[in-house]
């Protein structure tokens, strides 16, 4: 995948509300909370690859029948800024969802894990071998 991410701020619709929680008069007339919304499928910026990638990596945070992301931001009392973070927030998030997952690499068992492991598997054993029927020569007396 490209390193560098498009401008994607053509494609993103914004809407603004007013924010919630305390802040008083300022709070209650003032639109600052920004929405931001970004359709992934309609993008034509991406690449079929990065979006393909972005659905399957975001398909927990999809909206509108799986194919946009909503974003929204009110930290600050200003609209703008709420607007630059929000930016800043999908901008992050398509960068780390376009990342590569590195492979994994196979590690071997410890020895004292291969240890445990068998303890477990002989207590087992030893469990399942008295479910037997009992024969009276097994009683002691």
Sequence with gaps: MENEIPD???ECTFNTSRSSGPGGQHVNKTETKVELRFNII???LLSDKEKNLLLTKLKHRLVDDDSSILLSAQETRSQLKNKVLVIKKLHDLIKESLKED???????PTKASNERRIAEKKQSGDIKSK???VKPTDWEE
């Design 8 to 10: 994607l701020t053509p």
């Design 42 to 44: 309609k993008s034509e």
């Design 102 to 108: 590195e492979p994994r690499l196979p590690t071997k």
């Design 131 to 133: 479910r037997g029927k």
